[in-house]
Every structure is written in C-alpha cells, then in structure tokens.
C-alpha cells in the first residue's frame, strides 16, 4: 500500500504561521483530506480536497497542493490549536482503499 | 444531526471474540462507505478497511487482512467490526466515520467517539 510521510513535530508562537506538509505518491494523484486530534478526543476533519474546509472550521485554516505534496497552514494559530494533525488520501494502488500519515505534533509556543 | 454512535468500552481475555458496533443516524446511511480506524496507544491512525452498507461491499485493508471482519445491517444503519479470536496487540481505540465522496475528493467527514478495547489476561 502507500505511505504518506509527515515531519513528526512542528513547533508555532502564538499568532504566527505553521505549515504542516505530507508527502507520498498517492498525492499525485489523489487530493489529501486533513484530520486534527486533540488528546482523548476522535479526530476532526479540517480540510479536504484543494482547498475546502468543513463547516465550522475557521478560516486560519487553508490547504494547498503541489506534486507529491500536500500541505496544511494555520495562519494566525491559537492555542486551541495544539493538536496532532493527520494527512489522508486514497491509496494509489488501485484498489479502494485509503492511508493515513504518519501525524504531526503541533505545539504552540 | 448527522452522527455515528459507537459501542461502549470492551476488556476481553486473549482468545475471546468480540463484535463493536457503529450506528448512524441524520442521514442515508445505505449511500456512504463507513471505514474502520485503528488508534493503538500513543500511536497513530490506521486504516483498517470500509464497507457500503447499500451492499455490504467491503474492503479490508491488506495488512490487516483476515485479522478482523467488517460488515454492516441496513436496516438497522449499523456496521460492525468483529474479531473470532481477540490478541493482547488488538488493545486499541476502534473509531469508525462516514466517507464523504466528492468531486474533488474523499474524506472522513463525519467521526463516531471511538470504542476503546482492552486485551489482557
């Protein structure tokens, strides 16, 4: 099956921008989806396909594309957005199936 | 309200088997692909597989192939995820969620709270 790499922490002062990137050949083909998780609690979609974020979702977040990588950036981050962050995309393999990346840790300073 | 309730919390003995499920409600269950997700502890999220309750067309992802068996009832918008034979390594948190298939692309839209199964003798 694919893999999907992402850098395992990333650190962020309040206020400022942190770009989380995700890399794997599936995303050649196949538009990422992203999923934060905040400790005990199940992952919540935060963007998915070129740029689209769930309803709900603040506008600090925003998605981008290029090649085998896709990226997730939090413009302006709060501290309510510490959290692990997870990248997702149908597996290139031809079959119906999808992999998740590896996460990121995202700490605000 | 769109949702997916899962089971509650599961402590079997190695060797038991065990069925969890996942219920959705607030929309048309039968029309979107439910997927399995494993959280082993301090890790991170594992595909397992996803079925199309309309169907019970399923995909078990290849590395868990044959550990586990997914399925789903339509009438009663539930899938479930079943094992006949529990090891101490299937200790996990078990979430499933909605797939939400769009023009541009697929995504776990909607999430269940998670089923937390512990495996210990």
């Known amino acids: 099956s694919s893999e999907l790499t992402q850098d395992p922490a990333v650190s962020v002062a309040l206020g400022q921008t942190v770009r989380i990137t995700c890399q794997g050949h599936s995303l050649r083909i196949y538009y990422a989806s992203w999923y934060q998780q905040k400790p005990g609690q199940a992952p919540v979609l935060v963007m998915y396909?070129?740029?689209n974020r769930p309803s709900g979702i603040p506008d600090r977040f925003s998605g981008s594309n290029s090649g085998n990588t896709a990226s997730l950036t939090i413009t302006g981050a709060q501290a309510e957005d510490e959290a692990d962050y997870y990248c997702?995309?149908?597996?290139?393999?031809?079959?119906?199936?999808?992999?998740f990346g590896t996460g990121t840790k995202v700490t605000v300073l | 309200e769109v949702q997916l309730e899962q089971s509650g919390a599961e402590v079997k003995e190695p060797g038991e088997s065990l069925k969890i499920s996942c219920k959705g409600s607030g929309y048309s269950f039968s029309t979107h692909w439910i997927a399995w997700v494993r959280q082993m502890p301090g890790k991170g999220l594992e595909y397992m597989g996803i079925i199309y309750p309309g169907d019970s067309d399923t995909r078990n992802s290849p590395s868990l192939q044959g550990q586990v068996t997914i399925s789903a009832d339509k009438s009663t918008s539930t899938a479930y995820l079943q094992w006949s034979s529990l090891k101490a390594s299937d200790t996990a948190m078990y979430y499933c969620?909605?797939?939400?298939?769009?023009?541009?692309?697929?995504?776990?839209?909607?999430w269940g709270r998670g089923t937390l199964v512990t495996v210990s003798s």
């Open positions: 969620a909605r797939i939400y298939s769009g023009s541009q692309a697929d995504a776990f839209d909607i």
């Open positions: 997702n995309s149908r597996d290139s393999n031809g079959d119906h199936h999808y992999v």
């Open positions: 396909g070129k740029n």
